[in-house]
């Protein structure tokens, strides 16, 4: 029998859970993109299309899930699904099908594909920024956590520098593990 899949939720964050404007991210931590490709290298992404389309592209060595309810949408490099159950199937499939793949299935964002997956999340790999923009009229927020259900540990507390905002990583674990 396969080993359980676990659901990762990977995020970049400020302090006040906004992740975005409704069009991208607010901050550039060049650091970062090399903590989330290590990561999320060999799992296939559930993302939303506005996720999908603000890194514009494939990541290589990772399969694009997008959940979007649109039908006709289609991007190269990209496989649809218009609900949750369906990006899982897609997800484990893509496991299945590819030798280099890891057991993990990595929610990538934004704001409604974390609320709708949170409860089949074993981990959340974090960074924290410390700023606390209003994200405007469009923000998207990461779900507000139940922290009594999780165990929290700062991997990292990185300085700023620069243009660079200070910032941590954190990974947060739930106490009683679901698999997917």
Same mark, same amino acid.
């Given at each position: 029998?396969?080993? &359980?899949? !676990?659901?990762?939720?990977?995020?970049?964050? #400020?302090?006040?859970?906004?992740?975005? $404007?409704?069009?991208?991210? %607010?901050?550039?931590?060049? @650091?970062?993109?090399?903590?989330?490709?290590?990561?999320?290298?060999?799992?296939?992404?559930?993302?939303?299309?506005?996720?999908? !389309?603000?890194? =514009?592209? *494939?990541?290589?060595?990772?399969?694009?899930?997008?959940?979007?309810?649109?039908?006709?949408?289609?991007?190269? =490099?990209?496989?649809? #699904? @218009?609900?949750?159950?369906? &990006?899982?199937?897609?997800?484990?499939?893509? /496991? &299945?099908?590819?030798? !280099? @793949?890891?057991?993990?299935?990595?929610?990538? =964002? +934004?704001?409604?594909?974390?609320?709708? +997956?949170?409860?089949?999340?074993?981990?959340?790999?974090?960074?924290?920024?410390? /700023?606390? *923009?209003? +994200?405007? *009229?469009?923000?998207?927020?990461?779900?507000?956590?139940?922290? #009594?259900?999780?165990?929290? $540990? %700062?991997?990292?507390?990185?300085? &700023?520098? +620069?243009?660079?905002? #200070?910032?941590?990583?954190?990974?947060?674990?739930?106490?009683?593990?679901?698999?997917?």
């Amino acid at each position: 029998m396969a080993a &359980a899949t !676990e659901m990762v939720a990977v995020v970049a964050m #400020a302090r006040n859970r906004v992740i975005g $404007d409704g069009s991208g991210l %607010i901050w550039h931590l060049p @650091a970062d993109l090399k903590r989330v490709r290590t990561l999320t290298m060999g799992c296939p992404l559930i993302m939303g299309r506005k996720t999908w !389309e603000s890194i =514009g592209r *494939p990541l290589p060595g990772r399969a694009s899930i997008v959940m979007t309810r649109d039908d006709s949408w289609a991007a190269e =490099g990209a496989v649809r #699904a @218009a609900d949750l159950d369906t &990006a899982i199937a897609r997800a484990h499939d893509w /496991i &299945a099908a590819t030798s !280099e @793949a890891r057991n993990e299935i990595v929610l990538f =964002g +934004g704001g409604q594909i974390y609320a709708a +997956g949170l409860a089949l999340t074993n981990r959340i790999e974090a960074t924290v920024i410390d /700023i606390a *923009p209003d +994200g405007g *009229p469009q923000a998207a927020l990461f779900p507000d956590l139940n922290m #009594a259900d999780w165990t929290r $540990d %700062i991997l990292e507390d990185v300085a &700023a520098d +620069g243009d660079v905002p #200070a910032h941590r990583y954190e990974r947060l674990t739930r106490k009683a593990a679901v698999r997917v």
